[in-house]
């Protein structure tokens, strides 16, 4: 099957439903991540800067959160900063990287931008497109990752997703297909992303560029402009990564995060969860000190005393210190004031980070952290080698999707946080997705929480 039949023929009841499962989660998890981000300086900055210089077109979408409609470009900017700028979406181990936080936005800017010029389609036609958008997108990136000596951001990648999933929605053909493909990919956002691992911005891993270059190609190619054929997809050196598309899914290596923090602390995080659950009244005040000994990528983070959100987010010490003061790790540990909270200052300055070579040897096929706390009293705990909770191996249960799901749209209200989760659960019989999705896209809920996401908050 090549990659144009896949895209024009395959439905979403195909997938196994193990796969039709791990998609849906991964819609809930990044609309819930989405809604946390919505009110921080990273979304805010993106919206203004979406009614400023993206007004307007043949196709506008809905700021998700916010409803002001803009272009469907500075949409898929704004959306996929959005989804950017906390860092709690769920990733992918060979691509390096991450395709909802591109792909989700810039699909829901497009079917708005569809269903406001009166082409509606279904949930489950929504559904089938961010099926091949995720697909698409994950092989992409490890293509790309096979093959390129830099380690590139997920935008550099995910770009090809959008493109797949767009293509089914929009009806191209081959030919127009595969020009949209070369155009994505010539302009893709290939960012080195080990330079903002070591100097956090806003600009994270490049999901806007990623959203706007893959929708920006789409119209392009629908424009009649031409590109290169795309290398990722179709040089023969990429072959194996595309021969089995439709029979075996990447969807299913997905990993979702419990916390808004770079997947490589999460192993820390994780070993630190489980010495709590045995020592249940160890708290910061017993601590002496903790040495986490981690993989190379892993000790770079450090991020003792973060500046800001972005820096609180690449870091390993502060969220570590933040879990094990606060009691948890949500937005709100690792934005605003939290950021220069005393007590876990204090903490994760008593926090030593350092390369263990036995855990690198094991990166990137494992990641892993093993931990050691040292007591007042002097007594002294070890954790065990441990991976991340929500790797396939250990993922994470429905119910705990469910409750990271409404830590992070606390800010939205209970019955809007309901409504948002109820119409996720219900797209696939629904005969409108952007009717159904109506919760995402409005500024309000019934809770009285009324324009907390507007561009004036």
Known sequence: MSLFEFCRDFEFQQAPAHTRSILKNSLLDIVGVMAGAACNDTSKTMRRFALLHYPGGTYTS???????????????WAGGFCADSLDAHEGHFKSKGHAG???????????DALHHNGQPISGRTFLTALCIGYETALRAGTALMATSPTYHASGGFSAIGVVCAGARLLGFDEPTFRHA???????SARCPMMRVVLSPTMLRDAHGAGAYVGLNALLMAQAGMTGAPAETVEDH??????ADIGQRWEID??????????????????AMLEIQRQHPQLNADAIETICVETFYESMCLQGHAPRNADEAQYALAFPLAALIVRGKLGPAEVTGDSITAPDILSLSARIEIHEAADISARFP??????????LKEGTRIVSPVTAAKGDPETA????ELDRKFDLFCTRLGVERSRAVKLAIHSLEHSPSAIATLAPIFSTGSSDGYMGIYTTSS
Do not use: N
């Open 62 to 76: 809905r700021l998700p959160f916010d409803g002001q409609r803009v272009s469907v470009l500075g949409a898929a």
């Open 101 to 111: 936080a591109t792909v989700v936005p810039a699909l829901l800017a497009l079917a």
């Open 181 to 187: 493909l070369g155009i994505a990919e010539y302009f």
């Open 237 to 242: 050196s990429v072959a194996v990564h595309w």
């Open 253 to 270: 290596s997905q990993y979702f995060k419990p916390w808004p923090v770079c997947r490589w602390a999460q192993p820390a995080l994780t």
């Open 365 to 374: 096929e494992e990641i892993l952290s093993r931990l050691t706390l040292t």
């Open 396 to 399: 994470m249960t429905a119910d």
